[in-house]
């Protein structure tokens, strides 16, 4: 198994065939880029690709009054 940048797995394969096996559209992988999400291409022993996003928790920080 293989973890990958979402960009690097991008520049890679290319964007266009990147989101294909990806199973989404270019546009969507375009914007994860540019925003600087924290999303980790997967290869799996099959030869397939997931992805996993790591988010801060709590996502946001809420204001005690």
């Known amino acids: 198994m ?3 940048p979402l960009s690097d797995f991008a520049a890679e ?5 990147a989101a294909e096996l990806l ?4 546009s969507a992988l375009s914007k994860a ?5 924290d999303i980790q ?3 799996n022993e099959d030869g397939s690709y ?6 801060k928790f709590p996502a946001s920080a809420k204001s005690v009054a």
């Open 2 to 4: 293989r973890r990958i």
């Open 13 to 17: 394969k290319g964007q266009t065939k």
């Open 23 to 26: 199973g989404l559209y270019q």
């Open 41 to 43: 291409v997967i290869e």
């Open 33 to 37: 880029i540019k925003s600087g999400r």
């Open 50 to 55: 997931t992805a996993e996003e790591t988010r």
